[in-house]
Structure formats: C-alpha cells, structure tokens
C-alpha cells in the first residue's frame, strides 16, 4: 500500500538495490563501460499477488520458467544491469489506461494513479509526470556521470516506454544536460504492444500533439533514432501482441527493425500469455551464447540477432528487414539457446 517505483541495479542471484542519489549502489559499477537497463508491461493483478518480474525465469513464469537468473551472465561479463519499475502504474484492469500513462501524466482522465492492494491511489504520485518522463529522470540521476554505453529493453507495452524514453534521452543530449553517450546505442523491443486506436473505444487522445497513433509514433521513433546510429531489435514470440481488432500488428515499424520470429515451442501453444513471457527471459539468457546461424535459400548468411550480436550484426540485420524476416526453424523446443537456427524469408 505505498508506492514505489524507479530504477533498481541487480547483482548475482537476482539480488537488487534500489537507486539512491544519496548513497553508492553495491551492483552499480560507474567505471562498466556497459549497462542495460529492461522495463517491464502491463501488470494487471499483479500488486494483489506480490509479485515483481525480475531475471529469474521460474519466478516469472513458475509453469514453464527454467530456474535460471538470466542477468548473471551480462554482470560476468561485466555490464551493469538494471531494471525500471513502474508495476504499480500499469496494474491496471484495462492495458489502455496504463498505456495513457507512458505518454501523459493526465492519462485517458484517471491520471497516475496507482494499484494498492484494496484499490487505486494518487498519494505521492509525481506531479506532473508521465512513465517516459520518470524513466528519463531516473536515467539522467543514475548516469548522468557515467560514460559507457546504454542499451534498453522493454518487453510488451514497455517496448513503448523504452522506445519515447530513448526519444526523451535524445532531447536532453541534444540541449547539453546529458552527453551523448546517454543516447541508447540500442534498443529491444521483446514481443511488444500497441494498442489499436479506434473511434470512441481507444481514441488515444492521451498522445502527443499530432501523433497519429501508437503504432505510428513508434515508427517515427525508430526512423528518427535509427538514423542517429540507434540500432533496433524486435523479437515476436506469441500471437498475444497481434489480436485481430485489439492490437496494432505494426508491420512498418517489424520492418524497420533486426526482426526475429522465436517460436518457445516447450510452451504449449494455447499457451499465448507463457510465449509472450518468453520473449525477454530469451533474449537476457541468449548473452552467454554466440549469435544463432542463420540461412537464406539454403546458403549461410552470418548470424541471426541475439543480445550477444555486435551493434555492427544488428544494424547488418536491420538492412534486410525491409524484405527479409529472421525465422527459427530449430530449437523451438528447448529454452538452450546454443540448439536455434534461423532462415531469413521473405515478408
């Protein structure tokens, strides 16, 4: 019943520390020259069942998890790896209204309220703020003295806050209170959500002046961004994010990213909520592994995308997104990474 949110550092055996500008946090390395930083989705329910999403696979999804802590393996390797929360503004009934607040701190009317356990409440909610901008605040706190590389990861609606925060951290470079690093040279987008805008059902008059829509506003981001030297990732893996007359399928913005379709076939196809929690816990674990082989008409043409692929891999992959999807064709029924391949095919 008390609200938090914000950015904590994870260590080894999914150990975490909350964010604090007054005192130095044990798993922040300032001297890392690389940090990822994951945001979460759409958490209805999720505050009445003390549950918080963290890197162990089993606690995420106790029906399919592996018991694997998927950030152990980024902190061997060095990074620092971090996560923003904000459950308690997205634990809401409808995906929509915890949507409005990524964009605005008004919100489709309710505003930033968030989730206690015998309600709503807005005693202490930021004034004023939406998700993107305390996402933004927080990474400019955490980093502003920092001097590696950043990447973001956001899985479902929090492709969303990930892609407008990369955006807002773009401005900030741009009018001198963040330096350049601070610009994510990378951004993931694991099975991510847009909401289909419709008349009177989904307005989303909660975006900014003259955005046409989520989905569309994405495909801006990612154009403008990309052409800044950000990368894109985008990683499907359930039909949860494409239903008919729910969702926006966002094709543009699939072709416009290293696109991949991962089928987590050890998941019961009927299964669409447990391939949909796949996606993140995948690309966190696939960090220790090569990049997958990847064919094209029979022939080797390099490597499919991974969280270990280089930004040079990932940008190569972006090239051929306009025509070519990267599809698994072995390794869909094991969550062991170093089994997949993948086939570029045509859209």
């Given at each position: 019943?008390?609200?938090?949110?914000?950015?904590?550092?994870?260590?080894?055996?999914?150990?975490?520390?909350?964010?604090?500008?007054?005192?130095?946090?044990?798993?922040?390395?300032?001297?890392?020259?690389?940090?990822?930083?994951?945001?979460?989705?759409?958490?209805?329910?999720?505050?009445?069942?003390?549950?918080?999403?963290?890197?162990?696979?089993?606690?995420?999804?106790?029906?399919?998890?592996?018991?694997?802590?998927?950030?152990?393996?980024?902190?061997?390797?060095?990074?620092?790896?971090?996560?923003?929360?904000?459950?308690?503004?997205?634990?809401?009934?409808?995906?929509?209204?915890?949507?409005?607040?990524?964009?605005?701190?008004?919100?489709?009317?309710?505003?930033?309220?968030?989730?206690?356990?015998?309600?709503?409440?807005?005693?202490?909610?930021?004034?004023?703020?939406?998700?993107?901008?305390?996402?933004?605040?927080?990474?400019?706190?955490?980093?502003?003295?920092?001097?590696?590389?950043?990447?973001?990861?956001?899985?479902?609606?929090?492709?969303?806050?990930?892609?407008?925060?990369?955006?807002?951290?773009?401005?900030?470079?741009?009018?001198?209170?963040?330096?350049?690093?601070?610009?994510?040279?990378?951004?993931?987008?694991?099975?991510?959500?847009?909401?289909?805008?419709?008349?009177?059902?989904?307005?989303?008059?909660y975006l900014p002046a003259g955005a046409e829509s989520t989905g569309k506003l994405a495909v801006q981001t990612v154009q403008a961004l990309s052409a800044r030297g950000v990368v894109f990732e985008l990683w499907k893996t359930s039909p949860l994010t494409q239903l008919f007359g729910v969702c926006d399928p966002n094709i543009e913005v699939n072709q416009l990213c290293a696109f991949v379709?991962?089928?987590?076939?050890?998941?019961?196809?009927?299964?669409?909520?447990?391939?949909?929690?796949?996606?993140?816990?995948?690309?966190?674990?696939?960090?220790?592994?090569?990049?997958?082989?990847?064919?094209?008409?029979?022939?080797?043409?390099?490597?499919?995308?991974?969280?270990?692929?280089?930004?040079?891999?990932?940008?190569?992959?972006?090239?051929?997104?306009?025509?070519?999807?990267?599809?698994?064709?072995?390794?869909?029924?094991?969550?062991?990474?170093?089994?997949?391949?993948?086939?570029?095919?045509?859209?």
């Amino acid at each position: 019943n008390t609200l938090d949110y914000g950015l904590y550092w994870f260590g080894p055996g999914n150990r975490f520390e909350k964010h604090s500008k007054e005192t130095p946090n044990k798993y922040f390395d300032k001297e890392s020259p690389n940090t990822v930083i994951y945001t979460h989705g759409w958490e209805a329910n999720r505050i009445n069942e003390n549950y918080r999403e963290t890197f162990n696979y089993t606690l995420n999804d106790s029906r399919n998890g592996i018991d694997i802590d998927t950030a152990d393996e980024w902190l061997r390797r060095g990074w620092n790896v971090g996560v923003f929360y904000w459950d308690q503004f997205s634990d809401e009934l409808s995906p929509l209204v915890a949507e409005a607040k990524i964009y605005s701190a008004d919100g489709d009317g309710k505003g930033m309220r968030w989730r206690t356990q015998s309600g709503f409440s807005t005693a202490g909610s930021p004034s004023g703020k939406s998700i993107v901008d305390l996402f933004t605040d927080a990474i400019e706190e955490a980093l502003l003295a920092y001097a590696g590389r950043l990447r973001l990861v956001g899985h479902s609606l929090g492709s969303q806050v990930v892609l407008e925060t990369s955006k807002a951290l773009a401005l900030r470079v741009d009018s001198g209170l963040l330096p350049p690093n601070l610009l994510p040279s990378r951004v993931a987008l694991m099975d991510p959500y847009f909401s289909l805008k419709l008349p009177f059902v989904n307005p989303q008059d909660y975006l900014p002046a003259g955005a046409e829509s989520t989905g569309k506003l994405a495909v801006q981001t990612v154009q403008a961004l990309s052409a800044r030297g950000v990368v894109f990732e985008l990683w499907k893996t359930s039909p949860l994010t494409q239903l008919f007359g729910v969702c926006d399928p966002n094709i543009e913005v699939n072709q416009l990213c290293a696109f991949v379709e991962r089928y987590p076939d050890w998941i019961g196809m009927s299964d669409w909520q447990g391939r949909h929690i796949a996606a993140p816990n995948l690309y966190f674990n696939s960090i220790g592994f090569p990049p997958p082989p990847t064919s094209r008409k029979g022939s080797s043409s390099g490597s499919g995308p991974s969280a270990s692929s280089t930004d040079e891999e990932i940008r190569e992959l972006m090239s051929l997104s306009s025509r070519w999807k990267t599809v698994q064709v072995e390794g869909m029924y094991s969550f062991d990474i170093s089994e997949d391949r993948f086939d570029l095919v045509p859209w």
